[in-house]
């Protein structure tokens, strides 16, 4: 004998996980963007990217150099950021990024790099094991900036 009511209330709980699972992995892009102080976030090689205040200042200076400064500067300058699509997959690391990089950076805001790394994570080849491993990894990130 084949209930009718189960079939229906199969894809209603199987709607209650996905929902639950998409706002667990929202919760957790929010506290990554807004736990790391975060000022400047930007998309390179497709990759997204977050930098804060002393980082947006050196890009800052680098797209827009001051005449104060010393000629040579610019080759010398560099400023760091955290890939923040490696991060939401659980092996998020810091790059280093110099004059040479400026022209295959893209600035985006905050809501763009929350929406694309909405989409990254939404990806087939991606499980929500690897969001949850990242909220540690995250918390680590946040500290040791503070240092």
Same mark, same amino acid.
């Given at each position: ?34 736990? @790391?102080?975060?000022? %400047?976030?930007? +998309? /390179?090689?497709? $990759?997204?990217?977050? #930098? ?45 990024? @110099?004059?040479?990089? %400026?022209?295959? +950076? /893209?600035?985006? $805001?905050?809501?763009? #790099? ?34």
């Amino acid at each position: 004998m084949k209930y009718s009511g189960f079939s229906t209330f199969r894809d209603l709980m199987t709607m209650w996980d996905e929902y639950l699972i998409k706002e667990d992995s929202d919760s957790k892009i929010n506290a990554l963007l807004d736990g @790391g102080e975060f000022i %400047l976030f930007f +998309i /390179k090689d497709k $990759d997204i990217y977050g #930098a804060d205040e002393n980082s947006r200042v050196v890009f800052a200076k680098l797209k827009n150099p001051d005449d104060d400064l010393p000629n040579g500067w610019q080759e010398e300058a560099s400023f760091s950021a955290q890939n923040l699509s490696q991060t939401v997959k659980g092996s998020g690391s810091q790059h280093v990024f @110099g004059v040479n990089d %400026l022209n295959k +950076i /893209k600035i985006i $805001d905050r809501d763009e #790099a929350f929406d694309s790394l909405q989409k990254q994570i939404s990806d087939k080849d991606f499980s929500i094991d690897n969001v949850t491993t990242n909220k540690d990894q995250a918390s680590n990130f946040i500290q040791t900036q503070e240092v």
